[in-house]
């Protein structure tokens, strides 16, 4: 966690209104951080379904395959998340202290330990010694409230510079349901399902295949579209808890995520999620920029969205934004290299609006004072048109600055 706050942060944090049959709790167990909380326990009510999204790495946490083996049951009681030690790379070790996390937290809350989730987050191959949740979890789960995201937002954190909350309250049927989330990545971040930590609460009351479906969905254009520096996390993991208690004022219960009264909850749902993904890139370890790139005129969708990450993952990009110079050379290569189909001789490519090139060679009206005082702003919109279909994606990334490698230079020490 750092001291100093991204100057691209949020000006403001929502109120987190509270949902029911969710209590929260945060305390300090000692896991590699001193004097902050680096534990989480979320209690949830009985029959609250669960979903879930993780990391295609082929080398995941422990955490990440135990959530994956749970999910199946559809139901969760608690779920226990933990920073500074990412609990992968830890062979039996870390399955080990999966299980036993599990079983405290289990006893604690007084469920089975198939309804309990798990999700870790910090160095990578260091074991994770789970008797330090001992006597913790029981103390959570007693003083466990409605309420604190923001505290939950914290204890998760690692090199984050600010807990990352968002909210959105929405009419299902007769009631008003009310959609909460949280998240925590700054680093390691090219989310291949969803993102480094991220976990969404609602008193909806929705089935978990019709949840399940909806998370799926919801990550595509979401979390899946940032990137801040092409490195997928071995912990990517992403869950959604519907505890249903709207049902007692009306919402009617959802079976199919194709149901029509879902509508504008989902709009709302992924709000949500596209809300926590822009922290996530705002928050971009030592960014500086952020930068929003849209390619349009491709063949396909997905070719749009190849060629946007081939342009947000290259470093060569990314350095020269942090140095505020539209070099646009560098979106050319970019695009070039991803592999997809592309015509140097329609290409056009634009800087916070301003056209710097067009059909394949240098814009004529091209200015470069009037260029490089727009590489000023916080906020850069890269766009390029391609001239050779209807494809179209956006993604977001952030600028790559020297302090970057200052924090994963010093990241284990």
């Not at 209690?43 to 295609?56: H, L, N, P």
């Not at 968002?166 to 390691?188: E, F, H, P």
């Not at 149901?259 to 992924?270: C, E, Q, T």
């Not at 001239?387 to 020490?413: F, Q």
Request: a positive charge; hydrophobic letters at 45%.
């Amino acid at each position: 966690m750092s001291s100093s706050v991204s100057p691209l942060a949020p000006k403001t944090v929502p109120d987190m209104p509270v949902i029911a049959g969710v209590r929260l709790a945060t305390a300090e167990a000692g896991i590699r951080y001193k004097n902050r909380t680096d534990v989480l326990l979320a209690v949830m009510d009985k029959g609250t379904a669960v979903a879930g999204v993780f990391t295609k790495s082929k080398c995941p946490s422990a955490p990440v395959e135990w959530c994956r083996a749970k999910l199946k049951g559809g139901k969760a009681r608690a779920l226990v998340v933990n920073s500074g030690n990412a609990n992968a790379f830890t062979g039996k070790t870390g399955r080990a202290s999966t299980a036993l996390t599990a079983k405290i937290a289990a006893k604690a809350v007084g469920c089975s330990e198939s309804e309990i989730f798990l999700a870790s987050t910090g160095v990578i191959g260091e074991p994770l010694d789970a008797t330090k949740f001992d006597g913790v979890l029981g103390r959570l789960a007693e003083t466990a409230a409605p309420g604190d995201y923001l505290a939950a937002a914290k204890a998760i954190m690692t090199t984050d510079t600010f807990p990352k909350v968002a909210t959105a309250t929405v009419k299902l049927g007769k009631a008003k349901v009310t959609i909460n989330g949280m998240a925590k990545g700054a680093g390691m971040i090219a989310p291949d399902m969803a993102t480094m930590l991220s976990f969404i609460f609602t008193d909806a009351p929705i089935a978990p295949a019709a949840l399940q479906a909806l998370l799926k969905s919801g990550v595509d254009d979401t979390f899946n579209a940032v990137t801040i520096d092409g490195d997928t996390s071995t912990s990517d993991t992403l869950l959604a808890f519907a505890t249903g208690a709207a049902a007692e004022h009306g919402a009617p219960k959802i079976s199919r995520a194709s149901d029509p009264r879902l509508k504008a909850f989902v709009k709302a749902f992924n709000q949500v999620l596209a809300n926590l993904a822009e922290q996530v890139a705002r928050d971009g370890e030592g960014a500086r920029k952020l930068v929003e790139i849209t390619v349009e005129g491709a063949k396909t969708k997905a070719s749009a969205r190849k060629i946007a990450m081939s342009i947000a993952n290259s470093p060569l990009v990314k350095t020269a934004i942090a140095g505020e110079d539209a070099n646009w050379g560098r979106v050319v290569m970019a695009v070039g290299k991803a592999g997809e189909p592309a015509d140097r001789d329609k290409l056009s490519i634009s800087f916070n609006g301003i056209r710097v090139a067009r059909s394949g060679a240098r814009d004529p009206s091209y200015d470069e004072a009037q260029v490089s005082e727009a590489m000023k702003a916080p906020e850069i919109a890269i766009r390029v048109s391609l001239g050779l279909g209807k494809g179209r994606d956006r993604v977001m990334t952030c600028d790559l600055t020297k302090e970057y490698v200052a924090i994963n230079g010093d990241y284990r020490s």
